[in-house]
């Protein structure tokens, strides 16, 4: 059973950095495809940025620069360090994972996941 827990969402300020883990267990796939999703209250959820099994990086445009995804496979964990955080970046933010490779249009989309965390919460105050 597949199995995505987040952590390290917190309450900031404004100009401050976060850094979110996944910790995923029962995930063991050659090929796949993970990402960070947020939705923030009355929004869709939209995707922030992803990374496949050949370590492809992709980012939402408006937070290139400032996220950046990352994985240890080796402890099964996946990584998003957000810097110069802003109060328009308060949402929950989701860990997504899909045991294939997504293309470069299919990985925004939260449908193209099948498994999901529970979240974690963000709220950067001004």
């Known amino acids: 059973q597949v199995q995505l827990v987040e952590s390290g969402g917190d309450s900031v300020q404004a100009g401050g950095s976060l850094r979110l883990s996944c910790a995923a267990s029962?995930?063991?796939?050659?090929?796949?495809?993970m990402a960070w999703f947020r939705q923030a209250p009355g929004k869709e959820r939209e995707a922030v940025a992803g990374?496949?099994?050949?370590?492809?990086?992709r980012y939402a445009d408006s937070v290139k620069g400032r996220f950046t995804i990352s994985q240890d496979n080796a402890k099964h964990s996946l990584y998003l360090q957000i810097d110069s955080l802003k109060p328009e970046d308060t949402a929950m933010y989701y860990c997504?994972?899909?045991?294939?490779?997504?293309?470069?249009?299919?990985?925004?989309?939260?449908?193209?996941?099948?498994?999901w965390g529970q979240g974690t919460q963000v709220t950067v105050s001004s």
């Open positions: 990374v496949d099994s050949a370590d492809r990086r």
């Open positions: 029962g995930f063991a796939y050659s090929t796949y495809s």
């Open positions: 997504a994972a899909e045991p294939r490779v997504l293309s470069v249009f299919s990985w925004l989309s939260k449908d193209s996941y099948r498994y």
